[in-house]
């Protein structure tokens, strides 16, 4: 039986990379809401054994997933799934044989997929992203904006996803601003792009919103720090009703 609080009430799968944790996870947690954090292709094959085909395949079977629960799981974007909406776009580990099928399952399956998720838990605000949100960037790409208003904030990023032609241009213009720490040259990496680095800077953080987010390879434990978690380390994760995390244990 669960302690009173210590109910889950979000399932969370970081990066995939066509890892099967996230299967084990959901069998164990069926009927929990679920929000993967992006990063679906791309693996890892040198370090961990897994071909771009296989990926392909987990990617496949994770969209099926949204289709038959489209209430209850949200699938977010990372940077290893923006570069196949942009052919000039050579990033790591791309699967430039596969590209032209990847590139029509996210153009058709655009509908399925956010920048953000929005939760209130343990009397505070968690805001999901692939990479987490640094102001400046947010400044830099969009009108003067409020950025203590979190919803506000989560709901003009997601609505970049409402037009294919328009979220292309957004990927070139603002998702791809990439720091020197990751070969580019932006002064503020973007929500798909900052690494736990950043959020470690006093003026990159978010006032009153709790960050959660994968992308930085971590590789046993995650880091869970006062305003911000980076989960990226090949597990899932709950977050529970009294706003903790925790690690999913099968």
């Excluded at 897994?50 to 949204?66: G, H, T, V």
Aim: net charge negative.
């Amino acid at each position: 039986m669960e302690q009173p609080n210590k109910n889950p009430i979000l399932l969370i799968i970081p990066d995939v990379h066509g890892r099967t944790f996230w299967k084990r996870a959901i069998m164990q947690y069926p009927e929990l809401p679920t929000v993967f954090l992006g990063d679906y292709l791309d693996p890892y094959t040198s370090i961990e054994g897994i071909l771009p085909s296989d990926a392909l395949f987990e990617f496949q079977d994770i969209l099926q997933y949204k289709n038959e629960n489209p209430d209850r799981v949200t699938l977010l974007l990372g940077n290893h799934d923006i570069h196949y909406f942009d052919y000039k776009i050579n990033s790591s580990r791309k699967d430039w044989q596969n590209h032209e099928k990847i590139a029509q399952l996210f153009s058709r399956n655009l509908s399925h997929f956010q920048l953000t998720k929005l939760i209130n838990a343990g009397g505070k605000q968690f805001l999901l992203s692939h990479a987490g949100i640094i102001p400046g960037w947010i400044e830099r790409h969009f009108e003067v904006i409020d950025l203590s208003d979190t919803k506000r904030l989560a709901d003009l990023l997601n609505e970049q996803l409402a037009d294919l032609k328009k979220f292309k241009v957004f990927v070139t213009s603002a998702l791809m601003d990439v720091s020197a720490s990751r070969w580019g040259t932006a002064e503020y990496p973007s929500i798909v792009w900052a690494d736990v680095e950043d959020h470690q800077l006093e003026k990159h953080r978010l006032p009153n919103v709790y960050q959660v987010f994968g992308h930085t390879r971590q590789d046993y434990r995650p880091i869970i720090a006062n305003d911000y978690a980076n989960l990226d380390c090949r597990k899932a994760f709950l977050l529970m009703e009294d706003g903790t995390i925790e690690q999913v244990t099968a």
